[in-house]
């Protein structure tokens, strides 16, 4: 046993039990949405009474939930290919030409990550109100597109930068011109980058609740919904059972996206 | 318009290329024959990349003009250019499997599947890799690539095949094994090759031609015989193989023979050529190891000089000696094959006799 594992990859006991009490902390309040999903009160407190799934049966049945649901669903789908498709040309400019100032464009197009989205969600709306564009789901979308930009560059950026430049050299020697060398050799070796842009910039919009609160109109998203459930306790257990899905897709999502992303697509 | 030289299938004419400020190609005038084997040599950063990138289309001259097969090339992108290219890091397709990279390049031909499946089974035949076709690319030896990378760009029939170190990445054995195939690859196709490798011995191994580069301009285009017997510079001389070099001035002209007093060799006579020259003009000698004999005894014939023995080096078949002679500030080099067996190599710092033949040296241009 002493001689079979490398200096690098000996246990190492502490970190381990660091690792998972990092894990715990971090998941433990998450997990108690679902646990109390299946709780047969209105009230969040233990002991637990029992197990249903009647708050879920009455998401169901709630009209207000699907079209929530919908506009949801609408406005990810939109945000997630447009902010993939800029994300594509950005990170194709970044890595074909040498741009001056290179660094300060990353970093400006980053900076969405560290503002809160309060400022951009207020400058939004203001500027919207000045232009006179009414708000409604496409204006949700715009301040989405900001939020997800950022996650779609540093998804798509590590893919282009990853391959032999040469690839694309060759496909031109071999007769094609740039739109098929895209379509042929580019997107392809780019495409769980994109994929996982796809997939994450979708969840984000999902999720997100500022921007959606500002800039939303008489049409709510899900998270919107949620919000204005909240002021109902008899709501409760069944906004915990819609919290409990949104989690589970959630994860679910970011997780085929990461592994159709991962590093050893292709054999590399 | 200039005149194209009608023998010639690729011609570079009066090409500049800038990077910024910076000169890569200087003013470079070639022309590459039709089923040449041709071979630009050159250290890293002579510009024999470039020049082949300017060949595929990838760079642009800045100024000056290359024609392939008469048609002039500045304007034709790289993918309507009558040559392909193998990579040096082969840039096979991570994506495709061996028989999709091979037909990369067939799909504007419009053939069908059948055909296309007996043109890529053919490529594999040629570079002895037959059920291959279903391999993934990430499951390639070094040297599997390479004939792929080959055998993608063979199967468009061009005119010129381009080919930047493709052998750079093969380990040595595998490296003289592909340099042996590709030759014989070359022939069998018949089509002209451009070869770039900063690898001396492979350009002389394989190439009918060979330019050597440096800085930016083409010291020297010739056969790699005449590079190695007859080099015209000091730079060229020095970078094909060893070299001993002596300062030589001209003591006096006796019709076709010049007769020159050389620094530690004392008279030396050599031919004129097309040379006009005078009495007191200064020249550089050279001559190469092999073509200096060393005896222990002073020679009956010939010109020679007396030297001491400062370092030999026993190599099996041949050795090396360095012999010190008066007006030399290093040792002269001398290769000799040891067909008799020899007793003494280690005997250092004892007089030896070097001799040569008049026409083993060789008059440099440049001095």
Request: glycine letters at 8%.
């Amino acid at each position: 046993m002493r001689n079979d594992v490398s200096y690098i990859k000996r246990p190492n006991r502490p970190l381990q039990v660091y690792a998972i009490i990092f894990l715990i902390v971090l998941y433990t309040p998450v997990l108690f949405l679902p646990l109390f999903s299946f709780n047969d009160s209105i009230y969040v407190r233990f002991p637990l009474k029992g197990f249903t799934i009647q708050w879920y049966f009455e998401l169901w049945e709630r009209a207000q939930v699907w079209n929530s649901l919908m506009n949801s669903i609408k406005v990810g789908i939109c945000v997630s290919i447009a902010s993939t498709g800029l994300g594509i040309f950005a990170a194709k400019a970044l890595t074909n030409y040498r741009l001056p100032g290179r660094p300060s464009i990353i970093g400006f197009i980053m900076l969405p990550l560290v503002v809160p989205g309060i400022i951009f969600g207020v400058a939004l709306l203001v500027l919207l109100s000045q232009m006179g564009v009414p708000l409604s789901l496409y204006t949700v979308a715009i301040g989405h597109m900001i939020v997800c930009l950022p996650f779609s560059i540093a998804t798509l950026l590590p893919r282009f930068e990853g391959f032999d430049r040469s690839i694309e050299e060759a496909s031109a020697d071999l007769g094609e011109n740039a739109w098929w060398t895209f379509w042929r050799v580019t997107f392809p070796v780019v495409y769980p980058g994109v994929v996982a842009s796809l997939l994450l910039s979708f969840t984000i919009s999902f999720d997100e609740f500022i921007m959606a609160f500002f800039l939303s109109g008489t049409e709510p998203t899900l998270p919107m919904y949620i919000w204005g459930q909240l002021r109902f306790p008899q709501e409760f257990p069944s906004i915990l059972a819609l919290s409990s899905i949104i989690l589970f897709v959630s994860f679910l999502l970011v997780f085929i996206g990461q592994w159709i992303n991962r590093d050893d697509a292709y054999g590399k | 318009m200039t005149m194209t030289n009608k023998d010639a299938f690729i011609s570079i004419q009066n090409v500049d290329k800038y990077f910024g400020k910076f000169q890569a190609i200087d003013k470079i005038s070639m022309d590459i024959g039709h089923g040449e084997f041709f071979s630009l040599l050159g250290s890293s950063g002579c510009g024999k990349t470039t020049l082949l990138r300017m060949l595929a289309g990838f760079e642009t001259p800045t100024n000056g003009e290359i024609y392939i097969d008469g048609q002039p090339m500045s304007e034709v992108p790289p993918h309507y250019r009558p040559v392909n290219m193998v990579f040096q890091s082969y840039a096979i397709f991570p994506h495709l499997n061996v028989r999709d990279n091979i037909a990369y390049g067939l799909r504007k031909q419009r053939l069908s599947k059948m055909k296309k499946y007996e043109m890529v089974d053919e490529m594999l035949d040629l570079i002895k890799l037959p059920e291959y076709g279903d391999r993934k690319a990430h499951e390639l030896s070094g040297g599997q690539r390479q004939r792929i990378a080959l055998a993608r760009a063979l199967i468009l029939k061009p005119k010129v095949l381009l080919l930047d170190e493709p052998l750079g990445a093969l380990d040595k054995q595998l490296r003289e094994q592909m340099q042996l195939e590709l030759r014989a690859l070359q022939r069998t196709v018949g089509i002209t090759f451009v070869f770039v490798t900063h690898d001396q011995e492979e350009a002389l191994t394989l190439s009918d031609r060979i330019a050597v580069m440096s800085g930016g301009t083409v010291l020297q285009t010739d056969t790699p015989t005449g590079l190695y017997e007859m080099p015209q510079n000091r730079e060229v001389a020095a970078f094909i193989g060893t070299m001993n070099f002596f300062e030589a001035m001209v003591d006096r002209v006796e019709g076709d023979t010049l007769v020159l007093d050389a620094k530690g060799l004392g008279k030396v006579s050599t031919t004129k050529g097309q040379r006009t020259t005078t009495k007191g003009d200064r020249f550089e000698l050279a001559i190469r190891p092999e073509k200096l004999k060393i005896s222990d005894t002073k020679p009956t014939t010939g010109a020679c000089v007396e030297g001491t023995l400062e370092n030999a080096a026993y190599l099996g078949e041949r050795s090396h000696y360095y012999v010190r002679v008066d007006g030399q500030d290093t040792p002269v080099a001398v290769s000799a094959q040891n067909q008799k067996r020899v007793i003494s190599s280690d005997q250092n710092a004892h007089s030896v006799w070097l001799t040569w033949d008049d026409d083993a040296l060789v008059l440099l241009n440049d001095a």
